[in-house]
């Protein structure tokens, strides 16, 4: 008859086993985790994606020669629990050596990031370029983007671009980031930080709409230089525009002209384009270029005057004037300059 073992010797039994097996467990996760990839011992720098998956990455890595075993990575990655949780990102990997090193400082080294500003009156086309030569992005597919009519819908913009709406600002974005979507979406997203709810109430308070806002804000942007003038500048317009008199805003031409900026020529005038403030009353109709906060503030709040002219004295600053006479008489001392800093030239 055979011998059967007491319950306490199987438990023992079974828990040594367990043991056993999870000792083995751990011996092996610790030699696929810290197993050796390809030594590299200088900096190597990559690029991920957003979206990309584990397998995704581990051929990047494999591209670079950092990963010589695409599946070990992969089973270290699970093992240690970051499957899922390698950013999209920018990285540079130092003294790569093993899968622990790898995963580490991918998780936890610093992404790069690129710094890029976009000033007060850049077009479209401008910002777009700004971007392209930080982010390697092509930059006709941001304009194609700024101007698609279901892309600005889903922004919750209503117009027919996003000229106007690419905020002024300097930004930080992922080496990786070049998917013009992201990167407008972040712009936007500033934007809207910006015109607020308050700046909001003001625009429905003064009958306008945003577009409307922005657009003559882009033609103080285009005119001024110096914020003090900017309010009074508005109110030139506003006060023109009450009385149903053409802007006649020089900024609108050199919206329109192909060869510019440059000095005009009265043929420039002449162009037919609703954008041509000098053959059609009202306002343009859409922005001609991304205004900043202090011009959208003189245009939401334009100063209280009388003027209806103004022209550039030659020092940044401009004349302002009541009567065509006293207008008359301000372009003929700033014609006079003119001459001389040409004579000097």
Not at 116 to 145: C, H, K
Request: charged residues 20%; neutral net charge.
């Amino acid at each position: 008859m055979a011998k059967i073992f007491p319950k306490s010797v199987n438990k023992k039994l079974i828990g040594l086993t367990l043991m056993g097996f999870l000792i083995c467990y751990i011996a092996v996760a610790v030699i696929i985790i810290y197993w050796p990839q390809n030594k590299l011992s200088d900096p190597v720098k990559i690029g991920i994606k957003k979206g990309s998956t584990l397998t995704q990455i581990s051929e990047i890595l494999a591209d670079k020669g950092i990963v010589s075993n695409q599946n070990i990575f992969v089973m270290s990655t699970k093992l240690m629990g970051h499957g899922n949780k390698i950013p999209a990102g920018s990285f540079i990997l130092v003294n790569a050596k093993s899968n622990h090193a790898i995963i580490n400082q991918l998780i936890n080294g610093e992404q790069q990031v690129k710094k890029v500003t976009f000033l007060e009156g850049w077009t479209i086309p401008q910002v777009a370029q700004a971007i392209s030569d930080s982010l390697n992005m092509d930059p006709q597919l941001f304009i194609n983007f700024c101007y698609n009519n279901q892309f600005i819908k889903e922004l919750g913009i209503e117009a027919q671009s996003l000229e106007g709406y690419l905020y002024p600002d300097t930004y930080l974005f992922l080496e990786s980031e070049n998917e013009p979507r992201e990167i407008i979406k972040r712009i936007i997203e500033q934007f809207q930080i910006i015109y607020d709810e308050k700046l909001i109430e003001r625009t429905e308070r003064i009958g306008l709409s945003i577009n409307e806002v922005l657009t003559l804000a882009s033609i103080i942007e285009g005119e001024a230089i110096f914020d003090s003038e900017r309010p009074t500048i508005s109110s030139v317009y506003n006060n023109r525009l009450e009385r149903g008199m053409l802007l006649q805003a020089d900024p609108t031409i050199q919206y329109i002209i192909q060869d510019g900026p440059r000095r005009l020529r009265y043929s420039d005038l002449k162009i037919d384009s609703p954008y041509n403030t000098y053959l059609y009353t009202g306002l343009p109709p859409a922005p001609i270029n991304s205004p900043g906060k202090a011009s959208i503030l003189a245009a939401l709040y334009p100063e209280e005057s009388d003027f209806l002219f103004f022209v550039a004295r030659g020092d940044g600053y401009h004349t302002f004037s009541r009567t065509i006479e006293e207008h008359n008489f301000a372009k003929f001392q700033f014609q006079e300059v003119r001459k001389r800093v040409d004579g000097n030239n």
